[in-house]
């Protein structure tokens, strides 16, 4: 019987709570790796949305999208663990997220923060191997001073919102590009 596996991820709550760790969940699907669809390898679906406050629900994955943090700005070399960070997109109501106060205050810090790539509502960040839909691994709040200096200078990525369930088409899983 498949079962649900969980890694150890770092939660940045929005509502200005420190960051703490928190098992995120994983099932298997039978959806192929958007990122590697022909690696034969079992693809695990994380459930980031259970830690999304005010997310859409029923939607599952398409309430939520992701971004890859491969490397901070000047290094020469990938992270040998990269980062997976997953942001909610598609709310309850249709409003926007609130904007996630803990990382506003690390970018106020490094005047780089902009209300219009602000990161919103509870933002989850896990690590993988080779594909975060593969080969996920635990992270530890060790990972905070690498995740803080990425927030320092990067807003949310731009990725046009999916609509509500009511107004139209929902979109899949996606990663959002620089």
Known sequence: MDQLVSFEAILFPSDG??????????????????????????????HPEVYMDYIAEGLGPRAW????VEALDCMNKKFTHPYVIF????????????????????????????EATAWRGNIIVAKYRESPFTSMVNGSIADFPILRNYFLTHGAPCVQTPLPVNQGHINVIHPASH
């Not at 098992?23 to 695990?44: E, F, K």
């Not at 999208?65 to 890859?68: E, R, S």
Request: glycine fraction near 4%.
């Open 17 to 46: 709570r420190n960051p703490h760790v928190v098992p995120l969940m994983t099932s298997p699907t039978t959806v192929p790796d958007p990122l590697a669809p022909y690696s034969g390898l079992p693809v695990r679906m994380p």
């Open 65 to 68: 999208a992701y971004h890859l």
């Open 87 to 114: 942001y909610p997109v598609v709310s309850r109501d249709g409003m926007p997220f609130p904007v996630n106060k803990f990382i506003r205050e690390i970018q106020i810090q490094g005047k780089s923060f902009r």
